[in-house]
């Protein structure tokens, strides 16, 4: 719902409130923005009043001599007028003057929503959305912000648009997708960092006084700091998330001002961009995501509903997803036709329902110095060619999927010698190279023709039924403003691949999770989350994803064990117990399995299936329970079924006894709670023969009110302690798991 009053402006979603004020002066105040308020009476006591003179700060005007920029929560701030802060805008006009100063000039509702960049969130007509637009009418710039809203996620989604009034090109330096002002300083930033084989491990810190800055100058949203923020308030049970629809370098930007107050600001990252405005252009920057809630993981939930709804768009949206087989880690570039039909026979037999052929399948491309840019099938590989292999896939009835990484070029290829200046890159200087190989100039409407013709006939001829699109390396050399235009460029074409092939499943990767972002999820409906798939680094990746991104989004492997990142050994079941929380897939040589693993995959797949929907769809919470251990839960939608895996971190002697306690279960409710068989290796215990058959034995059948299981909760059966073994004894060694699946009785 929105609503303008008077000088008024309110947003009202299922749970929150926004609240906007215009003031005397024609700024556009934040009044707050929170838990939802039922009635505004005294609402004009909200906002600090000015009852003071403070003869160090600069004002507007003598009229207005109580207003002090610093002092205000402004909506989209500027600079050079006395808000000492960052401001959400920064330009250059008539000269050299960056002076701004944004009033209120009117304001409108309106159904849908404004749709202008490229990638963006969808809303039917029954969404709202308010535009205001404010001028500064000496620079003859104005700004149009947009609010739409989600009332049912409690999500509300921010925009911006500058448009150039005067005769004259303006240079725009930034501007921010959403400013919010807060009147506290009491704030834990939460952010999602890392690099390759760690994306988006969860930081927190206390903000202090100062800027803190969360960004990437990567070109892309990048692995070293995802776009997602939350803002905790310490010792209240509140949280604010932003997260951002955008695939390009970002920032997000936490300021604690002298006077207690806190602003937030995301977008687009100033640190390498400039635009110049065209008398009369406009401006549209990217969509911000931003919500509130009481907690992180119900924050969490609202983002996953979101994304679900109006992010993910095309065939797969709402769909189930197949469980695949990957040929990257279990060959590598070590790929031919009969050993990919080896491996295919084996994983069509296990249960997999798409195989997907990775890198090496083209040209030259033998290894990672040579090929890319040059997108024919090798002949060496595929003396049949891909559509005969591709045929044999689906005879062994799965679907086929190939991996393609468009965006690059190895100086060792036909490409190259062809087009040497289709490199993007700075004239006239060696360009940085990382991983062999080049970014093209996806700018030039040239080379995108090249590789959307060149690839769409090999995905064509083989009728691919699922594409991974891969980008193995970041930007260098970029001028200014560059990066902003190759990520409209890399929309373009990514837009008509998506056309051209509806009903093809597109996967985003790049070195792994290195642009997991709402912008390429508008395009590709999943993600592969990281190339690291030890199932103990694992647990944050995934758990900082799952911050932002929905289960649906997040593709996991289970792969060989040692495992290729880390060289830790664990059991193939406590792999597939971490992967299955979200896209499962197996990327190893299903060949050289043992008999006993074999058949533990093929239980997996047939399990995954039948809570395919929880694994996928459901709501996912987590409990880290001291330093032991860490529960994951996956609620089904109907909240009738939960999956429940439970992750001994360290083996600890404490004698704790470990508890199953589920506070969402409903209270009126029976629940029937079992655990997923698993099958030990007797080897793994070494010399104790007897914990393997005693381990077999670990049962586990318990019926039980919701009204026990959501406060005191049952006793699992106690963990193996050194000596001693009881049928019901769990033994599970270090990075082992257990899966409980519980189910309400009806
Ligand atoms: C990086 C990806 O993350 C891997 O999964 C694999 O596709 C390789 N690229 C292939 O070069």
Redesign the pocket.
């Known amino acids: 719902m929105i609503r303008i009053c008077g000088d008024l402006i309110e947003l009202q979603t299922r749970s929150t409130t926004y609240l906007m004020r215009i003031l005397a002066g024609g700024q556009l105040e934040n009044v707050c923005y929170g838990r939802r308020i039922d009635s505004l009476e005294g609402c004009e006591f909200i906002s600090e009043n000015f009852d003071y003179k403070l003869t160090t700060l600069p004002y507007a005007d003598e009229e207005h001599s109580r207003c002090f920029p610093e002092r205000l929560l402004y909506e989209y701030p500027t600079a050079g007028r006395g808000d000492y802060r960052t401001a959400a805008i920064e330009c250059v006009y008539s000269g050299n003057l960056t002076a701004l100063e944004l009033r209120y000039r009117s304001s409108r509702i309106f159904s849908g929503k404004c749709n202008a960049f490229p990638a963006h969130a969808l809303a039917d007509e029954s969404t709202q959305t308010l535009e205001i637009t404010l001028a500064d009418d000496f620079a003859r710039l104005a700004v149009r912000l947009y609010y739409t809203v989600y009332e049912e996620e409690d999500i509300i989604l921010r925009s911006a648009a500058v448009v150039n009034e005067s005769s004259a090109a303006v240079r725009l330096d930034s501007a921010a997708s959403l400013c919010l002002d807060f009147s506290t300083d009491d704030f834990i930033l939460h952010s999602y960092d890392g690099a390759w084989a760690r994306e988006r491990c969860e930081e927190t810190r206390k903000l202090l006084a100062g800027i803190t800055v969360i960004d990437s100058k990567l070109g892309c949203s990048g692995n070293e700091h995802s776009p997602l923020v939350y803002l905790e308030r310490e010792g209240f049970d509140e949280v604010w998330g932003v997260n951002l629809i955008y695939s390009g370098s970002h920032r997000q930007l936490a300021e604690v001002s002298p006077f207690g107050k806190t602003r937030l600001i995301s977008g687009i990252n100033p640190s390498d961009f400039e635009y110049w405005l065209e008398p009369g252009e406009t401006f549209h920057t990217p969509e911000a995501v931003l919500t509130y809630s009481s907690s992180i993981e119900d924050a969490a939930w609202n983002f996953h509903r979101f994304i679900n709804k109006a992010i993910i768009r095309g065939r797969w949206k709402d769909r189930a997803r197949p469980v695949l087989i990957n040929s990257?880690e279990a060959c590598y570039f070590d790929i031919s036709a009969a050993r990919l039909s080896a491996l295919a026979d084996k994983a069509s037999e296990l249960g997999c329902e798409l195989f997907v052929l990775?890198?090496g399948w083209f040209s030259t491309r033998r290894n990672?110095t040579a090929g890319l840019g040059d997108w024919t099938v090798s002949a060496d590989v595929f003396p049949q060619g891909l559509a005969s292999f591709a045929a044999s896939i689906r005879q062994r009835g799965m679907m086929f999927g190939l991996?393609i990484e468009p965006e690059m070029v190895n100086k060792d290829s036909r490409l190259y010698e062809e087009h040497p200046d289709w490199l993007a890159a700075a004239p006239g200087r060696k360009p940085v190279v990382c991983r062999h190989q080049h970014i093209l100039d996806l700018t030039r409407r040239e080379v995108r023709d090249y590789l959307f013709d060149s690839i769409s006939e090999v995905l064509a001829q083989c009728s691919a039924d699922y594409v991974?699109w891969?980008f193995?390396r970041t930007f260098a050399d970029c001028a200014a403003g560059y990066n902003y235009r190759y990520v409209l460029s890399l929309y373009e074409l990514v837009s008509r691949f998506v056309s051209r092939f509806p009903d093809t499943l597109f996967e985003c990767?790049a070195?792994?999770g290195n642009r997991y972002d709402l912008g390429m999820l508008c395009f590709m409906s999943q993600v592969?989350t990281s190339?690291d798939t030890d199932l103990y680094h694992r647990l944050a990746i995934q758990e900082g994803t799952l911050a932002g991104f929905p289960l649906s989004t997040m593709a996991n492997h289970v792969s060989a064990s040692p495992a290729h990142q880390s060289l830790r050994t664990s059991r193939i079941d406590s792999r597939f117990d971490v992967a299955s929380f979200g896209l499962l897939g197996y990327e190893l040589d299903l060949c050289a399995l043992s008999p006993a693993d074999s058949e533990a995959v093929r239980e997996q797949i047939a399990f995954y299936k039948e809570y395919r929907p929880v694994f996928q769809y459901g709501r996912f919470r987590k409990l880290r329970s001291r330093d032991s251990s860490t529960v994951w839960w996956s609620v089904s939608k109907d909240d009738v079924t939960i999956v429940m895996q439970y992750v001994v971190l360290n083996q600890v002697h404490t004698g704790r006894c470990d508890r199953l306690v589920l506070p969402f279960a409903g209270k009126d409710k029976t629940y029937r709670i079992t655990k997923r068989a698993v099958h030990i290796d007797p080897a793994s215990y070494g010399s104790m023969k007897n914990a393997y058959h005693r381990a077999e034995g670990e049962e586990c059948c318990m019926t039980v009110s919701g009204s026990i299981l959501s406060t005191c909760g049952v006793a699992l059966p106690p963990q193996f302690m050194g000596n001693g073994f009881f049928p019901s004894t769990r033994v599970i060694a270090d990075h082992g798991t257990r899966m409980y699946i519980v189910k309400e009785v009806r």
């Open positions: 990257w990775d890198d990672e991996w991974k891969d193995n990767c070195s792994g592969w190339d």
